[in-house]
């Protein structure tokens, strides 16, 4: 019966020992990596995933080509959107700049000569809400990791807000890119109706 006890209060600091190794390991792991915050972030690709294809669905309920919004965005160190945007039959046909020199731009100023096709958000003839819609599907499935967020409008289901880039986590080894992300937002949203 001694030898019994003996025994079990052995186990006992192995035991805690052990767990405590388990412990320090999973926190040095967290520090370094960030598996949480990775996780967090597969799960919010996950969301936008499955709300993506009910709100297009919304979105082409309504049959709209026509409309005008506003949109500000930002490709970090490379071009800066700020515009109205007048569409007609699913294509840009005006585009008026925000701001203190507001102006409408003349298409062949609309894209930027460096980076117009290759940068979405530096070519105008880009923000259509079919066109939006295109790039966070292509996104989703070619480089889903790189969706940093998404929001959709509650009425008609467009594309209010994304952002886009490299994701990384807050791992010491693993540290957040401050100019990671090509980002933008609808808002003013407006149907033109026609006669």
């Known amino acids: 019966m001694l030898y019994s006890r003996l025994m079990t209060s052995s186990k006992l600091p192995i035991a805690k020992t052990a ?19 990775s996780a967090k972030h597969a799960l919010e690709v996950a969301s936008i995933r499955a ?47 925000i701001g203190s020199a507001r102006q409408i731009l003349p298409p062949d100023k609309w894209a ?26 292509q996104t989703l499935q070619n480089f889903p990791s790189s969706i940093l967020q998404a929001d959709f409008d509650k009425e ?6 994304l952002s886009y880039g ?3 986590g807050y791992g010491l080894l693993r540290p957040r890119v401050s100019n990671c992300c090509n980002i933008f937002s609808i808002k003013n949203f407006q149907p033109i109706t026609t006669p």
Request: some cysteine; hydrophobic content about 45%.
């Open 19 to 37: 767990g405590i190794i388990i412990l320090l390991f999973g926190a040095v792991f967290q520090t370094l990596y960030d598996p949480i915050s």
């Open 51 to 97: 709300e993506l294809p009910p709100a297009r669905a919304k979105w082409e309920s309504f049959g709209l080509t026509d409309y005008t919004f506003e949109i500000e965005g930002e490709a970090r160190s490379i071009c800066q959107p700020s515009a109205i945007i007048e569409v007609k039959n699913d294509i840009v046909v005006k585009v008026e700049t």
């Open 112 to 137: 930027n000569p460096d980076w117009g096709n290759e940068v979405f958000l530096c070519n105008y003839n880009h923000f259509t809400m079919t066109l939006i819609f295109d790039l966070l599907e």
């Open 156 to 161: 008609y289901g467009f594309v209010t807000n």
């Open 166 to 168: 490299i994701y990384t």
